[in-house]
């Protein structure tokens, strides 16, 4: 099972020269894409615990259109393992506004955690 959210990166979400916005963005939205599975599979929301890897690939900059997919990989008793990555599939070409929809989307930011359903839930 998977699930997709898709979003503009708002100019205000960069942080630092070149309009590049931090990692930190990536995380927050694998968090909020991994509620939306751990719902869709369990009826709760779990706890996630923690990242056992996160690999950041390629900038993202305010102006984009960016995808973040939550994967079901493996699951316990209680646990669930989910492979999270965010790619870019509209980019930003200056700071004008003009943008462009990628052919191939850039994968910026992969990760892979685990989330805990909570006994009785």
Request: proline share 2%; glycine share 10%.
């Amino acid at each position: 099972m998977n699930v997709v959210h898709q979003r503009y990166v708002a100019s205000s979400d960069a942080h630092y020269a070149g309009n590049l916005v931090d990692g930190a963005f990536s995380l927050k939205l694998f968090g909020d894409a991994g509620t939306h599975l751990a719902i869709a599979t369990d009826g709760h929301e779990s706890l996630f615990v923690g990242y056992s890897s996160v690999e950041f690939l390629a900038p993202v900059r305010g102006g984009d259109v960016i995808e973040v997919e939550a994967r079901l990989a493996s699951r316990g008793n209680r646990s669930r393992t989910v492979d999270f990555e965010l790619r870019i599939i509209c980019r930003s070409l200056d700071e004008t506004g003009r943008a462009k929809v990628l052919a191939e989307p850039i994968v910026a930011t992969r990760a892979r955690g685990t989330g805990v359903v909570p006994a009785g839930a």
